[in-house]
Nanobody
Framework: QLRLVESGGGLVQPGGSLRLSCAAS????????MGWFRQTPGKERDFVAV????????YYAETVKGGFTISRDNAKNTVYLQKASLKPENTANYYC???????????????????WGQGTQVTVSS
């Protein structure tokens, strides 16, 4: 059983940046692929990015390529999601999730992930 706890959300002005963290704990946590998803009210939870167990491979949703950066520090059992130049449309609840799968381009659906955090709200507004 893994436990995932997101942090780093809040109110950010347009043009600002964010760095979300996901602290993971549990057996063999560093061997899981870790993903980030986001969700706005009334919409489905959408895939943003995923990183494999050692950080050597990443995969991004087409809609966010060049914008978000996913990384991980296995010494700290923490995964990060960073983005600069935020816009109001980046407002969402951001979730991290863990999966034992490793085919990056295949693990873009929520059903592929077994463990989820509670989410952290990011609001981009002046």
């Amino acid at each position: 059983q893994l436990r995932l706890v997101e942090s780093g959300g809040g109110l950010v002005q347009p043009g600002g940046s964010l760095r979300l963290s996901c602290a993971a704990s549990g057996p063999s946590v560093r061997y899981y692929s870790m993903g980030w998803f986001r969700q706005t009210p009334g919409k489905e939870r959408d895939f943003v990015a995923v990183i494999n167990w050692n950080g050597g491979r990443t995969y991004y949703a087409e809609t966010v390529k060049g914008g978000f950066t996913i990384s991980r520090d296995n010494a700290k059992n923490t995964v990060y999601l960073q983005k600069a130049s935020l816009k109001p449309e980046n407002t969402a609840n951001y979730y991290c999730a863990a999966t034992s799968a490793c085919d990056m381009s295949a693990i873009v659906r929520t059903v592929e992930y077994r463990y989820w955090g509670q989410g952290t709200q990011v609001t981009v507004s002046s």
